[in-house]
């Protein structure tokens, strides 16, 4: 199936979501499902760096607070709508991404990662201590009484917002994964140093890929603010972007699209589930264990238990 | 110029930490020439082809390639440039299919002209044996397929100079036969070749320049007949 | 602002001790990723459950926290072989070290982590010990007890291991198993027992880095996390294995560190940490095939 007819039958999938939500008329549904096409949104853009060129970014939260902070700081200073705030989000964690990647994708892969964990805390520690966006006491968010489209709750229209995101971020690595840069990237996990020898230029690709990963998931943060309407630090770099952007990916299966669907539909309503009936570390207690577990026993995900782990060998 | 070799290697050294791998290596290759190169183990032949084709940095020294200095520029700026090895233990890419494998140099060496890219894998393919494999992936060939692949790579890289590392080690002497036929082909077409080996019979037939290297120094650079003569090279390398 | 002298010296002094802290801190990741060239970044995590643990010992016994951890030391030490030992054989043997790895010691940072959040909560804890309060004085310089033990505790374990690594057959092979696995085979040594036992010590220093972390400062579960930049900035600007350079980028840090808290206050610390180890891998030699 080419690209432009994925993408028609993803607006159709996305449509029919939003209709049985719709459906259903319960409001618990908009806010369950925004958590998960948030994580869908997060683990895809993981994956077009960790799954697909094999340099793993421990430093999911601070990408993500990154987009859900310059929302904060939009909508003190202006008067946007989210969806220009959102493009807004991906440049600036776009630009962390280049930065970091520029600085340390020189070197082996496992500096790169160190270099995000790091990065982690330290984007927090500077919006912990900057007192514009609220530092550690956090900002309150007036969720607009009114949405631009007609006839729906605003929490109906984040929905919709978020579902539009994921459409964008699946199709972009599915078309990724089928294209020359697709076959450039899994040469770097494969043996980057046969692809140099190859004519791959491998810096360039991954730093497009960090800049890719890091922008998308500046955007799934960037409506955060209106979603939960009161934004601190302990939330925006909560412990569970940290594990989930890592887990969902490598549980679902990282060599394709499909894998961090997966694996964001099964942890995400897991985690849903869980919150609500136990407590909420214990939980996130859970999908450490299923990340360490899936790591040493199914590396290829769930995907790769259903023996569509490797590649397509194509002729 | 014209008249300027194809590789000029000046002065070329490296040093890992205090070991000297290479010292003021000199070799000027011309167009079209075929070139052997051999020497015992640990002599530093594949630290040379690593320091021509930009995988290692050297210290000392320069190389100039096809008129322009590669010095400083990345391992895929000079395969882009026309410079292409094989790697000594082959690397492939083991997530992708043969077929695939060869599509990457293709996609990106960005010197293989208007010939439609799966045809000429599948040419390349069966030049050197593998074409009923093109859907496998490399985890399922023999150690001697898996050179075969190597070879094939390197040349959809559509090379102006064409750098075999020990391409043919393992092979029988059927199969030796064979990869020499293709490499004489190769450079009948334009491609000039440099063949690192321990195969002598090959080396001889092959090579109408000798180049020795032992311990990180050249000690001989001529016609093969004389330098298998040299008694420097015979104490160093061929024994008696 | 006013640089004082006196502000100053002692900013310096102090740092000095903390970074013989940090590098008992970052010793054990010298071993694992210096030497053995383990990705272990969840060695902090192991060093905050030695905290906890130390104290635990010195509230609910009343036994001095750095004796406690001592005394836990082969638990940690087994603890280290046993995680070794899931490592080797669910990723070093297949060759997928790097994606696959990293995942793992992360899942364990974090399992760590949680896992405490839910045992004790996220309220800090204290341990109380005759040295944590007093000080020395010398001049206008003070020498507060509760850094000054840890830092001797400090290069008393690090002064030990380097002998163990210099005098002992383990030890040197330790050392071997690092440069030339295939040399050491021929030996008849088997690498995989070796970096076992390494790894096993390497885990065996967190015990006494968490007691002697929670003796200078209150310790709640996620602080694991500040570390990990500055371990392993410590351990690429050492040098990677050597014990000495360790202890020189250690205090190096630990002085920047405790400058920059002086004068700019103590919540840039993490910045310069990260600082520190973007300076760090700058200055390392470029290149895919660079160690």
């Not at chain 1, 007192?131 to 607009?144: E, K, L």
């Not at chain 2, 290692?56 to 026309?82: C, I, N, Q």
Request: charged share 15%.
């Amino acid at each position: 199936m080419n690209g432009a007819k994925f993408v028609v039958l993803l607006l159709i999938v996305a449509a029919a979501v939003f209709g049985a939500a719709l459906a259903i008329g319960n409001a618990y549904v908009f806010f369950a499902g925004y958590v998960v096409l948030q994580y869908i949104a997060l683990a895809t853009a993981w994956n077009i760096l960790g799954g697909y060129t094999g340099y793993v970014n421990f430093g999911t939260a601070a990408f993500f607070a990154l987009g859900a902070y310059t929302t904060v700081v939009l909508h003190k200073l202006t008067s946007l709508p989210l969806p220009i705030m959102m493009p807004i989000g991906g440049i600036v964690s776009g630009i962390v991404g280049l930065g970091t990647g520029y600085l340390t994708l020189r070197l082996r892969g496992s500096f790169f990662s160190i270099a995000t964990l790091a990065l982690a805390v330290v984007v927090q520690t500077l919006i912990t201590n900057w007192d514009f966006v609220g530092g550690s006491r956090g900002a309150y968010i007036i969720r607009p009484m009114t949405t631009p489209l007609l006839g729906i709750d605003y929490i109906q229209y984040l929905f919709l917002v978020m579902l539009g995101l994921v459409v964008i971020v699946v199709a972009t690595a599915r078309a990724i994964e089928r294209s020359r840069l697709g076959y450039g990237f899994a040469t770097i996990r494969d043996d980057e140093v046969a692809a140099e020898a190859s004519g791959v230029p491998t810096l360039r690709l991954k730093l497009l890929a960090t800049t890719l990963s890091g922008a998308f998931m500046g955007m799934a943060g960037a409506p955060l603010p209106y979603y939960v309407t009161y934004l601190d630090p302990a939330s925006g770099f909560s412990l569970a972007y940290a594990v989930n952007g890592v887990a969902m990916p490598l549980v679902g299966g990282t060599s394709s699209w499909l894998g961090p669907i997966i694996g964001a539909i099964l942890l995400g309503t897991l985690q849903q589930v869980a919150t609500v009936t136990i407590s909420s570390a214990l939980n996130l207690l859970i999908v450490g264990l299923m990340l360490v577990g899936f790591v040493i026993v199914a590396p290829n995900g769930i995907l790769g238990l259903f023996g569509l782990g490797a590649r397509r060998a194509r002729a | 110029m014209p008249g300027d070799p194809l590789l000029q290697v000046s002065g070329l050294g490296k040093r890992f930490g205090g070991f000297v791998a290479l010292e003021a290596i000199e070799l000027a290759v011309s167009d079209g020439e075929r070139v052997g190169l051999i020497g015992p183990n640990g002599s530093g032949k594949s630290t040379l082809v690593n320091c021509m084709c930009g995988t290692l940095r050297h210290e000392m020294g320069s190389v100039h390639f096809a008129g322009h200095t590669l010095d400083g520029l990345s391992a895929h700026e000079r395969t882009r440039l026309g410079m292409s090895r094989s790697f000594q233990l082959p690397r492939p890419f083991n997530t992708l299919s043969l077929a695939d494998n060869l599509r990457i140099p293709l996609l990106y060496a960005g010197r293989h002209g208007a010939q439609p890219i799966d045809e000429r894998c599948a040419e390349l393919l069966h030049m050197v044996g593998l074409a009923d494999k093109a859907t496998r992936l490399p985890r399922d060939l023999t150690q001697i397929e898996m050179r075969k692949l190597e070879l094939a790579r390197a040349m959809a890289a559509a090379p102006r100079l064409l750098i075999a590392d020990e391409a043919m080690a393992g092979l029988s002497h059927h199969e030796v036969d064979d990869i020499l036929a293709l490499l004489i082909r190769l450079n009948e077409q334009g491609v000039t070749v440099i063949l690192i080996e321990h195969i002598m019979r090959a080396v001889m037939h092959f090579s109408q320049r000798l180049v020795v290297l032992v311990a990180g120094r050249k000690i001989a650079d001529g016609d093969p007949a004389d330098v298998v003569r040299d008694p420097d090279v015979v104490r160093a390398y061929l024994g008696e | 602002m006013e640089m004082s002298l006196d502000l100053l010296g002692n900013a310096i002094v102090s740092g000095l001790l903390l970074g013989g802290f940090y590098a008992a801190v970052t010793i054990g990741v010298s071993i694992s990723f210096g030497m053995l060239d383990i990705v272990n970044i969840a060695h902090p995590a192991f060093i905050i459950l030695g905290s906890y643990i130390a104290y635990i010992a010195n509230t609910s016994f009343g036994m001095d926290p750095i004796l406690a951890s001592v005394i836990a030391l082969p638990a940690f030490y087994l603890l280290g072989m046993g995680v070794y030992q899931v490592y080797h054989l669910a990723f070093e043997r297949r060759g997928e070290e790097s994606l696959r790895g990293l995942a793992f010691f992360f899942g364990l940072l974090f399992i760590t982590e949680v896992t405490l959040v839910l045992v004790f909560g996220v309220d800090y804890r204290l341990v109380d010990a005759p040295y944590i309060g007093p000080s020395l004085h010398f001049g206008d310089i003070e020498l507060p007890l509760r850094l000054l033990v840890p830092c001797l505790v400090a290069l008393v374990m690090i002064g030990g291991l380097q002998i163990f690594m210099a005098r002992t057959f383990i030890g040197r092979a330790i050392l071997a198993v690092a440069q030339d696995q295939l040399a050491l085979r021929l030996m008849a040594a088997n690498p995989t027992r070796i970096k076992r036992i390494a790894f096993g010590l390497s885990i065996a220093t967190a015990s006494v880095a968490g007691a002697v972390l929670i003796v200078i400062q209150p310790v709640e579960p996620s602080i694991g996390r500040d570390y990990i930049g500055r371990v392993f900035a410590i351990c690429v600007l050492g040098g990677m294995g050597s014990f000495a350079g360790t202890v020189v980028a250690a205090m190096a840090l630990g002085i920047v560190e405790n400058l920059t808290a002086t004068f700019y206050g103590p919540s840039w610390a993490p910045a310069v940490a990260f600082g520190f180890l973007l300076v760090t891998l700058a200055v390392r030699p470029a290149g895919i095939f660079g160690r």
